[in-house]
């Protein structure tokens, strides 16, 4: 006879378990302590077996039989009602821990492992901090798109679009890192392609013209500062290399005698290592900082304590200090600056100048083929540039390159 809700709800406990049976398996076991347990008889394999479907009355007669009839359709189809329940229960385990800033952090990790610079690994913590609110405790597997975006449009709603975007591009190397691990089977950022607004190219600001360049190498001259500070912002025209790798520049990278700087993959953004060669007047200046910081890690350390590399806003607060505001001069603009009249002298092959710049060719063999094809032109270069700087500084006659088209 089939169980009721008044026939479970008036029903005794007794001094050892009693079963009160439904229909087709199901019973409700009484525990002496008071429990109402409910359970399916099945057999599987010649074998009898007992299933756990709730506790009454959390699981109502109606959900239990809901339970028993989907565990009877898993028999029909000769899978184990229990072994699907014990799969179930790991899952639900390993989606706990598998949130997505535990992967996250894995992932991060991981980078730091392989030698990613650390100014790189607080960036990209930054970024993970700024998603954890929304997304950091789910389940990796059940986070959607719509719940990205969300995350997302919150930063971009704000103005930061630029910093939108790179969340996005974050969260999809770590989706990309949960699937790679059997811990994730899609990437949801993958599908917001287009769903944020594209933030404006910031193009650095840069001087271009052969006069203008004169005068404020005259100004870095004249700039009265820390002498580290002095020294950093008159090498800065001479390598033309990323502020970055400037500042963090340690005097075991370099070979005064070789006249080379060798910047280790770690440090560079392109991820592989980049040679300098290093002019006359680079190398003066090196010696200059050898007498202030030789004993230090850093050639351009910072004041105090000494044992970090100056301020990523040094060189750009010089500038301002010199009177050059940041839409007319910065750090990084040094590069577009040597870049542009490299160009247009004419004197210098574009593979040459695009290896001194340390730009990644796309292609792996011809990029290799440069780094030896282009040295000896790229040590030539280099004192060209630097004898050219100390022509332009010294107000010497601007020489009128042929016009280039730059479409």
């Known amino acids: 006879m089939a169980l009721t809700d008044t026939a479970i709800k008036g029903a005794k406990h007794g001094p ?17 302590s008071g429990g109402k347990l ?17 506790v009454y009355p959390d699981v109502t007669l109606k959900e239990a039989r809901k339970r028993r009839d989907e565990a009877r359709t898993l028999l029909a189809n000769g899978a184990d009602p229990a072994s699907v329940k014990l799969e179930q229960a790991k899952s639900a385990k390993r989606n706990a821990a598998n949130t997505f800033k535990a992967i996250a952090d894995e992932y991060i990790d991981k980078s730091a492992k392989e030698g990613r610079a650390a100014v790189t690994i607080k960036k990209t913590r930054w970024l993970l901090s700024l998603l954890e609110n929304a997304i950091g405790n789910r389940p990796i597997t059940d986070i959607t798109p719509a719940d990205l975006l969300e995350a997302l449009q919150k930063v971009e709603a704000k103005g930061h ?54 005068e404020l190498l005259r100004a870095i001259d004249g700039y009265q500062g820390q002498p580290l500070t002095c020294i950093a912002l008159k090498l800065t025209p001479h390598v033309f290399v ?8 340690e005097w075991q990278e370099f070979d005064l ?23 006359l007047q680079a190398l003066e200046l090196l010696e ?14 910072s004041l105090y304590p000494g044992n970090r590399p100056m301020s990523e806003n040094t060189i750009n607060a010089s500038l301002r200090r010199l009177g050059y505001s ?30 001194a ?20 032109e790229r040590v030539q270069m280099a004192q060209w540039w630097s004898d050219y700087l100390e022509t332009l500084r010294d107000g010497g006659e601007v020489v009128q390159f042929p016009s280039v088209n730059h479409n």
């Not at 990323?242 to 520049?249: F, K, N, W």
């Open 16 to 32: 050892k378990p009693i079963k009160l049976f439904d229909e087709r398996g199901l019973f409700l076991l009484l525990q002496p």
């Open 38 to 54: 409910w359970r399916l008889k099945y057999r599987i394999l010649g074998k009898e077996k007992k299933l756990s479907l709730g």
């Open 161 to 214: 679009l630029e910093t939108a975007r790179r969340m996005r591009s974050f969260a999809g190397r770590v989706f990309r890192y949960a699937v790679a691990t059997s811990r994730a089977t899609a990437d949801p950022s993958n599908l917001l392609r287009g769903a944020l607004v594209a933030p404006k190219v910031t193009h650095h600001s840069a001087i271009l013209e052969p006069k203008a360049v004169g």
């Open 242 to 249: 990323r502020p970055g790798e400037l500042r963090r520049a």
């Open 257 to 279: 005698e070789k006249a080379i700087w060798t910047i280790p993959a770690e440090k560079m953004k392109m991820r592989d290592p980049h040679v300098v060669p290093l002019s």
């Open 288 to 301: 200059s900082a050898k007498v202030i910081s030789e004993g230090q890690q850093y050639v351009f350390s």
């Open 326 to 355: 940041g839409k007319e001069m910065t750090a990084h603009g040094f590069r577009s600056m040597a870049s542009t009249l490299l160009n247009e002298s004419g004197k210098w092959s574009a593979d040459a100048i695009e290896r």
């Open 357 to 376: 710049l340390a730009h990644k060719d796309g292609n792996a063999t011809r990029g290799a083929y440069h780094r030896g094809q282009h040295w000896d």
